[in-house]
């Protein structure tokens, strides 16, 4: 996507892109505290350094009307998916070698009162990906959608993490 491209990306809209990654940020940091794993934690932080990619790619468009295009698609799509699959790596890793128990941590996500959480924060998901892939990236409404949606399963998920 190329700046001239882009109608109506604000500051506004870049710092609405910051409230998910924050938010993740609250949930490792959450999880760090019951999971000690470096690898996990690894890949949490280059999640995060994708999302503050993506959110400053954002801040220089709307301030600087510069497309710094290495900020958003490269880094973005290399750190987050990155991210998850060591974070994935080391849960299946841990639950392997007995140091997680995978059935206790679906048993507290699914119980009550986590999964009242757990569960608008997953279709939360669903729904912003389903919206990602059927409309159009460029324009500034369809962010909008996209980064409310993000940060509502978010804060649905740290929400989850916090009562459990």
Excluded at 64 to 85: A, E
Excluded at 95 to 113: H, I, K, M, Q, T
Excluded at 125 to 140: F, G, Q, R, W
Aim: net charge positive; proline share 3%.
């Amino acid at each position: 996507m190329k700046s001239n491209e882009v109608q109506g990306f604000t500051l506004g809209l870049a710092l609405a892109d910051a409230i998910p990654v924050v938010l993740f940020a609250l949930i490792l940091s959450c999880i760090m505290t019951r999971f000690h794993n470096n690898v996990f934690l690894s890949g949490g932080i280059l999640t995060i350094v994708g999302g503050t990619c993506k959110v400053l790619w954002k801040i220089l468009l709307a301030c600087r009307k510069k497309d710094y295009h290495f900020l958003n698609r490269p880094l973005f799509i290399v750190l987050m998916p990155s991210g998850f699959l060591l974070m994935l790596l080391a849960l299946v890793i841990a639950c392997l070698e007995g140091e997680a128990n995978l059935l206790g941590v679906l048993r507290a996500c699914l119980g009550f009162p986590s999964v009242l959480f757990f569960i608008p924060g997953i279709l939360g998901l669903v729904a912003m990906t389903i919206y990602v892939k059927c409309h159009d990236k460029s324009d500034a409404k369809n962010n909008w959608i996209e980064q409310l949606t993000n940060s509502f399963a978010q804060l649905m998920f740290l929400l989850g993490i916090l009562v459990m």
